[in-house]
């Protein structure tokens, strides 16, 4: 399968970033879950659970209560789940769900686009019955897709067998850029394990190009879609 050559060094870069995240995230999405189940969790419950220090619990707060506003404090002893942006709540009220604002029509955002397409498929297209190309064509895009929505990014068009990927719209991460990088290196082996399927099913090999771009863009919705 082509790899483009800026992917092993991507990949011991990426290493090296996630070292000091992998930890916490792990922990946050543990506490989420939890939290989202629970719906009111103890901080003490918290530090015996998941053995959190004081400075650990204080970042798990920050990050949900104020950063992402999925949850409230209340009388600095329980954490509460709302599931969204809410409003401070008094001791002993139910805290108040706020409504979401409307996207505005263009937005500035620091943008990572990764692109995706099929190495030969003119050649395939030449080779293969037209329904079969359908259903290796629909595999690698289920295949791929797959891989995206595990690092939340957003597939902004299907062009053919090609895939036009936003990270950092219409959700935005610190790391998009990272998250980028890693559904790439996760594509190319999920591609490595469909060629195999396929070229002992129908003796056919698929292979997948990508490259990666990020920078300041303004995007809007268009007719439904997004543009950048």
């Known amino acids: ?7 092993p060094q991507a990949e011991v870069i990426l290493a090296q970033m996630e070292e000091q995240q992998m930890e916490y995230d792990a922990i946050l999405a543990q506490v989420l879950a939890l939290l989202q189940q629970e719906e009111r969790l103890s901080y003490r419950v918290l530090k ?16 949900l209560i104020y950063a992402k506003q999925l949850a409230v404090d209340e009388d600095g002893r329980v954490l509460v789940w709302t599931g969204g942006p809410a409003a401070h709540a008094t001791p002993g009220a139910s805290p108040a769900v ?11 955002r620091q943008l990572t686009v990764l ?38 990014g957003h597939i902004a068009q299907y062009l053919g067998d090609g ?17 980028a990088v890693r559904a790439g290196l996760g ?12 070229a002992q099913e129908r003796s ?3 292979a997948a190009r990508l490259g990666i771009h990020a920078g300041l863009v303004v995007v809007r919705e268009v007719g439904g879609g997004i543009q950048a």
């Open 1 to 7: 399968m082509d790899m483009p050559f800026w992917l």
């Open 48 to 63: 015996r659970r998941f053995r959190l220090d004081d400075d650990l619990l204080e970042d798990l707060k920050e990050d």
């Open 98 to 108: 706020a409504t979401p604002a409307p996207l505005p029509d263009a937005e500035r």
């Open 115 to 152: 692109f995706c397409d099929l190495v030969g498929s003119t050649t395939l297209a030449r080779q293969l019955d037209p329904e079969d190309l359908r259903e290796m064509v629909r595999a690698y895009q289920e295949t791929c897709a797959k891989v995206i929505a595990r690092f939340d």
């Open 163 to 179: 895939l036009l990927v936003y990270f950092g719209y219409p959700l935005a991460h610190e790391d998009d850029a990272q998250r």
């Open 187 to 198: 594509m190319v082996e999920a591609m490595g394990h469909l060629d195999t399927r396929l």
């Open 204 to 206: 056919v090999h698929l």
